[in-house]
């Protein structure tokens, strides 16, 4: 994250929206999150002082990506959108959807979930962020990680970005477990992978520059880097 932000101090590109707060802002920024650090075992959660509730904000992810249930308060919920997806008059599990095809064939390359529902948020005055995940099992000398690349077609990098990454790690653990039983009966070990983001357009707005340069000033990047 320290990253992200020295990242988008130094290029990013100022945009400028009527009626919004300026951005600075870069294409098509990818992240890695390697380990299985979670919310609950953070490393250094000091570094996170100057988001507003970032705890309660964490949570209220983490049950946003684990949970069918609509969000209260808010115009969308990616886990209503991931785990009872509304198609042509059907109710789908697409997470139940990318745990079966990894079960049955574990180098599928469908084991994919879209948040972006076409009939609901292409006019709504709010969509989600994050419009797709995709899960990979990647096989490692004797064992298979599980990895997951989400996409997400516009990114606050500084308030939003560790809470996305929290509630997608969970939301990554919850199929892990799911199918690790499946892999033991095949005499196949399956652990941890990678979390990678792709944010087509990565930034901060501009209320948030202080509160970035304030964060690398008191966590410098040498002594915090993971």
């Given at each position: 994250?320290l990253?992200?932000?020295?990242t988008?101090?130094?290029?990013g590109r100022e945009?400028?929206i009527?009626g919004?707060?300026?951005?600075l802002?870069i294409?098509?920024l990818?992240?890695i999150v390697?380990?299985?650090?979670?919310y609950k075992t953070?490393?250094n959660?000091?570094i996170?002082?100057?988001?507003?509730d970032?705890?309660a904000g964490?949570?209220r992810?983490?049950?946003?990506?684990t949970?069918?249930?609509?969000?209260?308060?808010?115009?969308y919920?990616y886990?209503?959108e991931?785990f009872?997806?509304?198609?042509?008059?059907r109710?789908?599990?697409?997470?139940?959807?990318?745990?079966?095809k990894?079960?049955s064939?574990?180098h599928?390359g469908?084991?994919?979930?879209?948040t972006?529902?076409?009939?609901r948020h292409m006019?709504a005055?709010?969509?989600p962020?994050?419009?797709?995940?995709q899960f990979?099992?990647?096989?490692?000398?004797?064992?298979?990680?599980?990895n997951?690349?989400?996409?997400?077609?516009?990114?606050?990098m500084?308030s939003a970005?560790?809470?996305?990454?929290f509630?997608?790690r969970?939301?990554?653990?919850?199929?892990l477990e799911r199918?690790?039983e499946?892999f033991h009966?095949?005499g196949?070990?399956?652990?941890m992978?990678?979390l990678?983001?792709?944010?087509?357009?990565?930034?901060?707005?501009g209320?948030?520059?202080?509160?970035a340069?304030n964060?690398?000033?008191e966590?410098?990047?040498d002594?915090?880097r993971?």
């Amino acid at each position: 994250w320290l990253d992200i932000l020295d990242t988008i101090l130094r290029f990013g590109r100022e945009k400028i929206i009527p009626g919004e707060d300026f951005k600075l802002d870069i294409d098509n920024l990818r992240a890695i999150v390697p380990g299985e650090e979670d919310y609950k075992t953070m490393v250094n959660p000091e570094i996170f002082k100057y988001i507003p509730d970032f705890e309660a904000g964490v949570q209220r992810y983490v049950k946003q990506f684990t949970s069918p249930n609509p969000l209260e308060g808010s115009a969308y919920s990616y886990g209503e959108e991931l785990f009872a997806h509304k198609a042509g008059g059907r109710i789908i599990n697409q997470i139940d959807y990318i745990i079966r095809k990894l079960s049955s064939n574990p180098h599928t390359g469908r084991a994919f979930a879209d948040t972006w529902n076409v009939g609901r948020h292409m006019e709504a005055p709010e969509g989600p962020c994050l419009v797709g995940v995709q899960f990979s099992a990647i096989k490692d000398r004797e064992r298979y990680r599980l990895n997951i690349k989400t996409r997400f077609k516009t990114h606050d990098m500084f308030s939003a970005w560790p809470s996305n990454v929290f509630g997608l790690r969970e939301l990554q653990k919850y199929v892990l477990e799911r199918l690790q039983e499946t892999f033991h009966k095949n005499g196949l070990n399956l652990e941890m992978g990678h979390l990678l983001t792709v944010s087509e357009s990565a930034h901060f707005y501009g209320a948030q520059v202080e509160n970035a340069q304030n964060t690398l000033r008191e966590f410098p990047l040498d002594k915090h880097r993971t």
